[in-house]
Nanobody, 125 residues
Framework: QVQLVESGGGLVQAGGSLRLSCAAS??????FAWFRQGPGKEREFVAA????????SYADSVKGRFTISRDNARNTMYLQMNSLKPEDTAVYYC????????????????????WGQGTQVTVSS
């Protein structure tokens, strides 16, 4: 059974850090990505990474603060979030796809066929 499970969310003060994990099972995936959906907002792209880790993309809003990585031996993806801001408050979702993606298409929500249930990140001021 294919499954993606996020963990690591929680409540943190502005300026703090969190590390999110997404454990995949049932298949191996070429493309991994993180999306988030804040209150009253559409789901938006955060970061993506390919199989080798050589192709990485970040949303402008998180560049320099967030780092995406993956451990293929564990079939797990991570998102290290530093210098968190209240604007980062959202439900964070991991997404995966079997296909390799270009940097342009890695950020497209519609290109991902597998999704986790999400983990809540709340940043207080």
């Amino acid at each position: 059974q294919v499954q993606l499970v996020e963990s690591g969310g929680g409540l943190v003060q502005a300026g703090g850090s969190l590390r999110l994990s997404c454990a995949a099972s049932g298949r191996t995936f070429n493309s991994f990505a993180w999306f988030r959906q804040g209150p009253g907002k559409e789901r938006e792209f955060v970061a993506a990474i390919n199989w080798s880790g050589g192709r990485i993309s970040y949303a402008d809003s998180v560049k320099g603060r967030f780092t995406i990585s993956r451990d293929n031996a564990r079939n797990t993806m991570y998102l290290q979030m530093n210098s968190l801001k209240p604007e980062d408050t959202a439900v964070y979702y991991c997404a995966a796809d079997l296909l390799s993606r270009s940097t342009e298409t890695m950020s497209r929500l519609v290109n991902y066929d597998y999704w986790g249930q999400g983990t809540q990140v709340t940043v207080s001021s």
